[in-house]
């Protein structure tokens, strides 16, 4: 069973989210903790699951991948092993960078990462939209990335 989160746990949490880094004495110092109890509050926060990993976050852009497309997905039936198959299908592309499970009028968005749209044309040609089930798909893309973040809000005394 995991202990309710203190205001210092959250103070941790959203000081982590934007400095993923930052050694253990300087963020202890900024919840106003000594190193060790920091470290120990940090330790128990990833054992309990609150953080799940930590990351270096890329540009994109630098890597050729500037290109953001949002695929609206319907598959051709309903069953869970249709689910099951596309499911399995788009955790093997790289160009995938996340994909959601809806209600509504489509089953999924999936955000896809690309060079050009040649290379998205490309990837729904050959490799997503051959994917047994995928009945349609509807592509929006992006013109400009106006706000894009990784933290997660939350409230916090």
């Known amino acids: 069973m ?18 993923g880094r930052i050694s253990m004495t300087e963020l202890g110092e900024r919840v106003g903790l000594s ?22 976050l890329l540009n994109p852009e630098s890597l050729g991948a500037s290109l953001i497309v949002f695929v609206n997905v ?17 955790q093997k592309f790289p160009e995938v960078v996340a994909c959601h499970l809806l209600a509504g009028g489509f089953d999924y968005l999936v955000q896809v990462r690309a060079r050009d749209i040649k290379e998205f044309r490309d990837f729904m040609r ?4 051959v ?3 995928v009945a349609e798909t509807q592509s929006s893309i ?9 933290e997660i809000p939350f409230a916090h005394p």
Request: proline residues 4%; contains cysteine; negative net charge.
């Open 35 to 56: 190193t060790s109890p920091c470290a120990r509050r940090v330790k128990r926060l990833e054992d309990e699951g609150h953080i799940t990993k930590y990351v270096a």
């Open 142 to 150: 992006v013109l400009e990335e106006l706000k894009s973040t990784t």
């Open 131 to 133: 994917i047994e089930g």
């Open 74 to 90: 319907r598959l051709g039936s309903q069953t869970r092993d249709a689910f099951n198959r596309f499911e399995a299908a788009v």
């Open 126 to 129: 050959n490799s997503f939209t």
């Open 2 to 19: 995991t202990e309710p989160l203190s205001p210092v746990d959250l103070k941790i949490l959203e000081v982590l989210q934007q400095q």
